[in-house]
């Protein structure tokens, strides 16, 4: 079989002989046909198992193409998919449609066929890429079936640290064991594979729930009995070289592990509730570059006007939004912008998330005194160009911002408002004064993360003519330079949603994207922050400069099908009627 699919990838020109010969090599070495072809990037995972199905004369499916519900993969047992390598793909008229990682594994097709004529189905094999079968065979062994394992191996000591939760010392038996060390493990590991930027450990009644926040929402990925929790937490703490035994305050802490080859931060925080405690883990990839801010979103006319703005030779650009709105990935994409030789960029962060080449990034410890104010304070005399300080929380930090301003930096950071006109009530607020702001301010950005649509299940969405009406007198207030050629659509008008596949996990969303608005503290902006800086004078400017609010940044990505209208409507804080 294997020079005949050889042959076959050298008749549709898939590959050359010479590359026929190499694989060849490979295989007399020990690899398999799949790693010798696949693995060595020769011919991509569908084609060749395209041309693997017609060698067989099996029918190909492309299994993101379909949703294979839960009710499908329920109809094998587990044990059967991980011992044959088998998944079932779909089931009609009592016709169960299967796919083998190996399609050739004689005794498993036996076996399934053995299992199906047993309950009066019929089988129906098919050859679908490996990497697909191997992604729905994780699905299936799955976070829940892991920890089960686990669990099953100490369920009686659990159950006899949950009746005497006072005795630490058998407590710290259990949770030097393999089964909570194996728990907590997969319960991080799973948390990086499937992309979530945090995982909750909360009690929930007579349940310990584990959820992990994917592309900015919570979703539970395992409940566990209540009396596992005690162990979980403590063995965290341990990890991330936390007291045990003290449970009635917060604590923070870090733990880093190699997980996929990649080097992992995990940010502990442990909180105590009700006669328990929560911890909140915080995933960090230190091993990705920050991405440009074309990558994260932004508008070319958005990048343009940032280009420009970190140009000026000191003054304050200040990045704004909610915990998770992407501030500090933002920071950094306009901070590689500046990155050069010729210039000394320093940061303060807390954590340091992204690892830039050629910046000086610093991590403050507020538990020895080393706080952002600090740390401006011991940065002004490394001889900085440019000051990235991870967030203003209070007056002095906000202080030392200006004054470093003023004196010939050019100092990036963060604030916790809702848009850009609350950056200069909440700096007025800390205690800065109106004057100074006036002087040092160059530019605000307010963002939002929205989750971005499927490409694999992206559909078109209907929409009654009221919506769609009130949606287009919100789209004429935006100006015409914004929109192709200039010119406004016309209806009706084309949204789009996902209706969920196995790629997106049956959501409709895959990542995320940024939705901003950009403010430019012109002239007039600065005499009317010495004035007091009214809503009305703000809203007066803007239409003068011609900016978009985040609703109308995110109308226009809901627009080009980039994300969904109910995603602009839930970061834009209104529902569809209110719209």
């Keep these: 079989m294997e020079e005949q699919i050889l042959a076959l990838l050298l008749t549709k020109k898939l590959i050359d002989e010479k590359t026929a010969n190499v694989i060849r090599d490979l295989v007399a070495r020990g690899k398999s046909l799949n790693q010798a072809i696949v693995g060595g990037k020769y011919v991509s995972d569908a084609d060749f198992s395209r041309i693997r199905a017609e060698v067989l004369g099996l029918p190909y499916v492309d299994l993101t193409e379909r949703v294979i519900s839960k009710e499908i993969l329920e109809l094998m047992p587990s044990d059967i998919m991980n011992s044959y390598q088998v998944v079932p793909t779909g089931f009609e008229n009592n016709v169960l449609e299967v796919a083998f990682l190996n399609p050739q594994d004689l005794r498993g097709v036996e076996a399934i066929e053995f299992m199906a004529h047993d309950r009066g189905w019929t089988l129906r094999q098919v050859s679908a890429p490996v990497s697909q079968i191997s992604s729905l065979l994780k699905k299936v062994k799955g976070l829940g079936a892991e920890v089960a394992t686990a669990l099953a191996q100490a369920k009686g000591k659990f159950e006899k640290s949950g009746e005497k939760n006072e005795d630490i010392g058998q407590l710290e038996e259990i949770i030097k064991g393999a089964p909570v060390s194996r728990m907590v493990s997969v319960i991080m590991r799973h948390a990086v594979e499937g992309g979530a930027s945090d995982i909750h450990i909360e009690p929930f009644g007579n349940e310990s729930r584990i959820r992990y926040r994917i592309d900015g929402v919570l979703r539970t990925s395992l409940v566990l009995p209540i009396y596992v929790h005690p162990a979980l937490i403590s063995r965290i703490k341990v990890l991330a070289n936390l007291k045990i035994d003290e449970t009635r305050t917060p ?116 538990e020895i005194g080393y706080t952002f104010a600090t740390g401006l304070r011991a940065l002004l005399r490394q001889d900085p160009n440019v000051i990235m300080v991870g967030e203003i929380r209070d007056k002095e930090t906000g202080e030392l911002g200006v004054h470093a301003s003023l004196t010939g930096h050019l100092v990036f950071s963060t604030l916790h408002t809702n848009d850009v006109y609350g950056v200069v009530p909440r700096m007025m607020d ?148 209110d719209a």
């Design 430 to 577: 800390m205690g800065v004064e109106p004057f100074l702001l006036a002087a040092t301010l160059n530019i605000a950005i307010a963002q939002r993360l929205a989750r971005k649509i499927c490409t694999n299940c992206k559909e078109p969405q209907v929409m009654d003519e009221k919506n769609a009406l009130s949606i287009m007198s919100e789209l004429q207030q935006i100006p015409k330079k914004y929109f192709a050629n200039e010119t406004l659509p016309t209806m009706p008008l084309t949204f789009y949603h996902g209706k969920g596949c196995a790629r997106c996990g049956n959501s409709g969303y895959q990542g995320r994207i940024s939705l901003a608005e950009l403010f430019v503290y012109s002239l007039n902006a600065k005499r009317a922050i010495e004035k007091g800086f009214s809503h009305d004078d703000f809203q007066k400017e803007r239409l003068h400069q011609g900016s978009l609010s985040l609703r109308e940044d995110g109308l226009l990505k809901a627009l080009d099908g980039l994300t969904s209208l109910e995603e602009v409507f839930r970061l834009s804080q209104l529902t569809q009627e």
């Design 251 to 366: 604590q923070d802490g870090r733990i880093t592990q190699e997980i996929n080859g990649k080097k992992i931060d995990f940010r502990i925080s442990t909180l105590p509730v009700v006669d328990n405690e929560k911890v909140v883990m915080r995933v960090l990839d230190t091993t990705s570059s920050a991405p440009s801010l074309e990558r994260l979103g932004y508008r070319k006319e958005h990048v343009a006007l940032i280009r420009e703005e970190v140009k000026k030779s000191h003054g304050m650009f200040l990045v704004t939004g909610p915990t998770g709105s992407g501030k500090s990935t933002t920071l950094f994409a306009i901070l590689s912008l500046l990155n050069a030789e010729g210039v000394n960029i320093s940061t303060l962060e807390d954590p340091v998330e992204y690892y830039i080449e050629g910046v000086n990034q610093s991590q403050i410890r507020p």
